[in-house]
């Protein structure tokens, strides 16, 4: 069973940053998503296993940045320029196949997710 427990939410003024961590055992394709209050879960990026290949949504590209470091089995999510649109839990998502998707359903172990508040 993939353990994986994220750290790092909080509150934070428009402009600023967070830096998320995610514990995870176990080398897997990694992703980020975040759902907020009365949305839907949504794909926020991506890393491959070794951590040569990102994916980003439109919506944080330029702001965001993941990357992993495999020796402390961590994946971390760089959050900056916050807008209050970023304002949701996030969740930290492992996934057992070959490429990344951008898909729920494609990930097959969650974590139980951090709050990320940004305020006006």
């Known amino acids: 069973q993939v353990q994986l427990v994220e750290s790092g939410g909080g509150l934070v003024q428009v402009g600023g940053s967070l830096r998320l961590s995610c514990a995870a055992s176990?080398?897997?394709?990694m992703g980020w998503f975040r759902q907020a209050p009365g949305k839907e879960r949504e794909f926020v990026a991506g890393i491959g296993r070794s951590g040569e290949r990102t994916v980003y949504a439109d919506s944080v590209k330029g702001r965001f940045t993941i990357s992993r470091d495999n020796a402390k089995n961590t994946v971390l999510l760089q959050m900056n320029s916050l807008k209050p649109e970023d304002t949701a839990v996030y969740y930290c998502?492992?996934?057992?196949?070959?490429?990344?998707?951008?898909?729920?359903?494609?990930?097959?172990?969650w974590g139980q997710g951090t709050q990320v508040t940004v305020s006006t």
């Open positions: 176990g080398t897997y394709i």
């Open positions: 998502a492992a996934s057992v196949r070959a490429v990344i998707f951008r898909l729920v359903g494609a990930y097959d172990y």
